[in-house]
């Protein structure tokens, strides 16, 4: 395990965080591929080979390190090593709230990354409603 913020995470061998590369995310072997962007590529749909095929720097195996380490993050806390596991302690609630944020933080780099869906203006009318005058 690897102590980051106060966090514990699992040691990924091929995904590295440096803090000149990609602002400090977490990348893939310092390729300047962000994990979230190699998760982004595989939930729209874009099948393994595809992405091998346009990035010859990845390799299968790049791809399941990206997969593991987002599960590994959306796990449970393990509060086996925090004692009684008293949800109520002290300890337990500074190790979930920073949890907390870091995944929140996390979530807000996700978002800023993909723009919300153009909402038409409110004023004009929908494009299937205006009339042309002549």
């Known amino acids: 395990m690897r102590s980051f913020g106060g966090m514990k ?9 440096h803090p000149a590369i990609c602002n400090g ?7 300047r591929y962000p994990v979230w962007q190699v998760l982004e590529w595989l939930a729209a749909g874009t099948t393994e080979c595809e992405i ?3 990035h010859s720097e990845l390799e299968a195996e ?3 390190a990206c997969l593991a380490f987002a599960a590994e993050r959306l796990k449970p806390l393990d509060r086996s090593g925090q004692g009684p ?3 109520n302690s002290e300890e337990w609630i500074l190790n979930r709230q920073s949890q907390w944020l870091a995944e929140q933080e996390f979530l807000k780099q996700l978002w800023e990354r993909s723009p919300p869906p153009a ?15 002549k």
């Open 62 to 64: 790049d791809l399941r």
């Open 52 to 54: 091998l095929a346009q």
């Open 9 to 17: 995470f699992p040691v990924f061998s091929r995904i590295t965080v």
């Open 85 to 87: 596991g008293d949800e």
């Open 25 to 31: 995310q977490p990348t893939v072997r310092g390729l």
């Open 119 to 133: 909402v038409p203006d409110e004023t004009s009318p929908p494009p299937s409603l205006s009339v042309s005058k």
